[in-house]
Each structure stands twice: as C-alpha cells, then as structure tokens.
C-alpha cells in the first residue's frame, strides 16, 4: 500500500524547535518530488514547502522562510521539516504530501501531525 | 505574493449542479488542481492539469479553465459531495512555490 506517515508534532513554546518527519512507503521515495502543507485550527490549507526529489532544489513560503528548512534521507525513506522561532501562527495540522511523477498534483497525502504553539 | 480566489460557500440541492470558481493572474498559464476535504481528513485530488480526473473519481467531478479563472464542476451533486474544495496552482515567477485558495465549503441539501 502507497502511503506517507507524519510524526513528530506537539506541543512546544513560542521561539521553540521542532522536527517533523514523514515516511514513505509502497513507492520508491526518491523517485518523487515532496511538500509540507499545513492548515492551522478552522481554516484552509497553506503551501509551506517543496523539494526536489535529489534535495538539489528547496522553496519555502515567505512566511518559514529562514525559520523551517526542508530536508530528505531517500536511504530512509523520509522528510523531514525543521521548524525554529515557532510562532503561534505556525500553529497547525502539518501533512506530508507527494507530487504526482507526471504532473505538479499531490497524489498522495499523510494524514497529518498536530504543532500546537502555545505558551 | 500570488493569491487564488475562491467563493468561502457554495450551496446546491441533491441532483443540481455545483460550480466553484478559482480565479488568479497565473491560471492562463499555470494549470489548476482541485481537492475535496471532508471533515477530519486529509485532502483528495478530484483534479489535476485543469480539467484531468483521476482514476477512482466519479465522472460528475469535472474541471475547466478559461483566462483567469478555473472551475470545478460536479454535475448531479450528492450529499457524500458535502466537503471543502480548494483549488491549487504554483506561482509563474518560476520559484516553485505552491498556492491553494482559501476554500470553498459546498453544501448540498
């Protein structure tokens, strides 16, 4: 079974740091092009990351840039999002997702890690 | 920053047909992507590439582009259609950076 599983949110104070990580399974991972996307308590979704299937490319929406960094370990089969200066805005439910190998669609999606920023 | 626009609330009868709009300055050259999120769960692609529907979707979930502005169709709406929708494009500057719109919560009863 295709499948992308997120862990590593909780509960963490403003200014702090966190590490997200995200497995894939039943596909080869490096084969793929990889995003966070988050969306915050009653709201929409947010774009937050990319990266490319090498780790050769990094982008970042304007408002983690400098604070979260993306990164990948394709021996491990995993992503990863390093999140420092957490705000209460970042406050969210953060997927995982991965780009179709032919389009720019994300057809697969993990199911979400809770970042609660809270002092 | 690039923006997506889309309607908060759309709301039909079982049976009618549902239209939501997606508007942005990118769309005439950037393809659409459409996704349905059902309360508590992670998001679906109904759409991709403008108007493509992947395996597995109902036919009555369609996708259209014209200038500015992108459409998801569902013709024939059913209650299980109840969701939120976002559209999803990238921006032109060519910095590979994602943007969904703000979502549209369809009702149908």
């Known amino acids: 079974e295709v499948q992308l599983v997120e862990s590593g949110g909780g509960v963490v104070q403003p200014g702090g740091s966190l590490r997200l990580s995200c497995v894939g399974s039943?596909?080869?991972?490096?084969?793929?092009?990889m995003h966070w996307v988050r969306q915050a308590p009653g709201k929409g979704l947010e774009w937050v990351s990319r990266?490319?299937?090498?780790?050769?490319?990094?982008y970042y929406v304007d408002s983690v840039k400098g604070r979260f960094t993306i990164s990948r370990d394709n021996r491990k089969n995993s992503l990863y999002l390093q999140m420092k200066s957490l705000r209460t805005e970042d406050t969210a439910l953060y997927f995982c997702?991965?780009?179709?190998?032919?389009?720019?669609?994300?057809?697969?999606w993990g199911q979400g890690t809770m970042v609660t920023v809270s002092s | 920053s690039y923006e997506l626009t889309q309607p908060p609330s759309v709301s039909v009868s079982p049976g009618q047909t549902a239209r939501i709009t997606c508007s942005g300055d990118?769309?005439?050259?950037?393809?659409a992507y459409w996704y349905q999120q059902k309360s508590g769960q992670a998001p679906v692609l109904v759409i991709y590439?403008?108007?493509k529907r992947p395996s597995g979707i109902p036919e009555r979930f369609s996708g259209s582009s014209s200038g500015t502005m992108a459409t998801l169709t569902i013709s024939g709406a059913q209650v299980e259609d109840e969701a939120d929708y976002y559209c999803?494009?990238?921006?032109?500057?060519?910095?590979?950076?994602?943007?969904f719109g703000g979502g549209t919560t369809l009702t149908v009863l």
């Open positions: 999803y494009s990238t921006d032109i500057s060519g910095n590979h950076r994602g943007v």
């Open positions: 990266i490319n299937w090498d780790g050769g490319g990094t």
């Open positions: 990118a769309l005439p050259r950037k393809d």
């Open positions: 590439e403008d108007r």
């Open positions: 039943g596909f080869t991972f490096d084969d793929y092009t």
């Open positions: 997702a991965r780009e179709s190998a032919t389009s720019e669609a994300f057809d697969i």
